[in-house]
């Protein structure tokens, strides 16, 4: 999958851009504040329809009332035509010029893998930053679990609701209770066996990038729900799941609220069996969040057929030099990668010889090579 063409009208600090993108790698370069982050927040919001650090109303240019993103893509030498346009009250999703208002049917017509430095917060922040992530790219991947995901929010608000119910009224129907129960097992087991895969995936390659791009530790992370399961076999689960509901069913009554599942879930990042959190240094891991983001191309690759886009935002920061190199090699010429940085000073050029390189001063932006 590759992004041709990108065009913003009154997006953060762009009045109008109009800018083609090198099939392979695309870096910008520019001083502080100058607009390379909003340049990645475009192509974002165009992928996801959201932007993971800001408000809809924020990406509208200052004193404007209307903010416009396009772009062409390519996938399988089709063009697509993707569009997001803002105004004060509300949002508008295109594909070739049709309004698309089912969310589930415009995610995944352009797939990115974002890094930020705000994903240190992915190993120092709280679960739902994993789970919200673990989210993000599995809808990518599937409309499936997109909207069994959605399906199970449904049924965890209409549980949790009945539990408050429960809790003042005695009388209220127990029937029902596990009627809901039944069918936010069903929903919950879907999720938890599609984490589960994902996760066992990623660790069948982060360890041997996180050797590629820093240093010779063993590097893995742990899938943990808050209900531990026998075996990950579909009938099991449903079983255990359902029993854990029975046995805490009082519990949850008290509380007024559905305590076990997958909105619970939560995964761990060990670096030679320690975990990365607690002993890690920045630098390890910042590498750590790397690895995992490059180890779901190629899950990507399997389940979508195509490659997503690379949106790396300020990359080199707390790199030395030759991590920066090695980083930038191990990304390569396989994949489209928009990268963000303030210099290249410490970069091969050989490694530069393929790359369209692009200089960004506030609100412009012009390819130098
Ligand atoms: N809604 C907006 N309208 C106009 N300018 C904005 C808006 N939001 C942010 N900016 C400007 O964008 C710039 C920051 O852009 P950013 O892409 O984060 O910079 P960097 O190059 O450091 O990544 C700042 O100058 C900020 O004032
Ligand atoms: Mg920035």
């Known amino acids: ?24 790698m695309n870096i910008l370069i520019g001083d502080n504040a100058v607009g390379k982050t909003n340049i990645l927040e475009a192509i974002e919001v165009l992928s996801l329809t959201k932007s993971h650090r800001a408000s809809d109303s924020s ?3 200052y004193h404007k009332s209307l903010a416009k993103i396009k772009g062409t893509v390519l996938v399988d030498n089709i063009l697509r035509k993707l569009e997001v346009d803002y105004d004060t009250v509300q949002k508008k999703t295109k594909i070739n010029g049709t309004v698309i208002s089912r969310i589930s049917d415009y995610i995944s017509s352009l797939n990115v893998i974002v890094f930020t430095p705000d994903d240190i917060e992915i190993i120092k922040g709280s679960p739902n930053i994993r789970r919200n992530l673990l989210n993000m790219e599995l809808s990518q991947i599937s409309k499936n679990y997109l909207s069994t995901y959605n399906q199970y929010n449904k049924l965890l608000k209409t549980r949790n609701e009945y539990l408050k119910i429960l809790l003042t009224n005695h009388l209220a129907d127990r029937n029902y209770l596990n009627v809901i129960t039944e069918k936010l097992v069903e929903k919950a087991v879907f999720i938890y066996r599609y984490r ?4 066992d995936k990623v ?5 041997s990038i996180f050797k590629d791009i820093h240093s010779f530790f063993s590097l893995k992370i742990q899938y943990e729900p808050n209900v531990s399961f026998s075996s990950y076999e579909e009938k099991v689960m449903k079983e255990e799941l359902l029993s854990i509901y029975q046995k805490y069913s009082q519990k949850e009554q008290n509380y007024g609220m559905t305590l076990y599942g997958p909105h619970r879930d939560d ?11 607690i002993y890690g240094s920045q630098g390890q891991q910042k590498a750590a969040v790397l690895a995992y983001k490059l180890s779901c191309i190629p899950i990507f690759l399997e389940k979508t057929g195509t490659r997503p886009v690379l949106l790396f935002d300020d990359i080199f920061s707390e790199l030395d030099g030759k991590k920066q190199n090695k980083l930038l090699k191990y990304i390569g010429k396989d994949i ?10 410490n970069i091969r050029k050989s490694l530069l ?17």
């Open 1 to 24: 999958m590759i992004i041709k063409h990108l065009s913003l009208l009154q997006f953060r600090n762009y009045k109008r851009l109009e800018l083609d993108f090198h099939p392979t």
């Open 59 to 61: 990406l509208i240019m």
């Open 196 to 199: 589960k895969e994902y996760i």
């Open 203 to 207: 660790n069948e390659n982060i360890s």
């Open 267 to 277: 995964f761990t990042f060990y670096l030679n069996e320690k975990n990365i959190k």
């Open 336 to 345: 489209q990668s928009i990268i963000t940085t303030t210099d290249v000073k």
């Open 353 to 369: 010889k393929d790359a369209a390189i692009f200089t960004v001063i506030s609100g412009n932006v012009e390819r130098k090579m």
